[in-house]
Nanobody, 116 residues
Framework: QVQLVESGGGLVQPGGSLRLSCAAS????????MSWYRQAPGKERELVAT????????NYGDSVKGRFTVSRDNVKNTVYLQMNSLKPEDTAVYYC?????????WGQGTQVTVSS
């Protein structure tokens, strides 16, 4: 059974940091590119960051470049998103995604709220 379980979300003040984790099971994690997406109320889901299967290449959405860092541990089958200098506009549900076309899996999401 495929599972992607996100954790680490919560309430943080502007300028603060959070680290999200996504623990994967039920598929060959090291063969999948992993991504983080987010969706704010009333907005479409947007790509936040992607990391290739071996971790050699990363890509970020323009709104998070220089503030967020994606990484992965192919031994622990976990992908991370380190989020620094958080802004209120980063408030959203953050989703973990695994992709090895045509297969794709999603996590259930974790809420991140940036507010004073």
């Amino acid at each position: 059974q495929v599972q992607l379980v996100e954790s680490g979300g919560g309430l943080v003040q502007p300028g603060g940091s959070l680290r999200l984790s996504c623990a994967a099971s039920g598929f060959s994690f090291s063969r999948y590119a992993m991504s983080w997406y987010r969706q704010a109320p009333g907005k479409e889901r947007e790509l936040v960051a992607t990391i290739t299967s071996a971790g050699g290449f990363t890509n970020y959405g323009d709104s998070v470049k220089g503030r967020f860092t994606v990484s992965r541990d192919n031994v622990k089958n976990t992908v991370y998103l380190q989020m620094n200098s958080l802004k209120p506009e980063d408030t959203a549900v953050y989703y973990c995604n695994a992709r090895n076309s045509p297969r794709q899996f999603w996590g259930q999401g974790t809420q991140v709220t940036v507010s004073s």
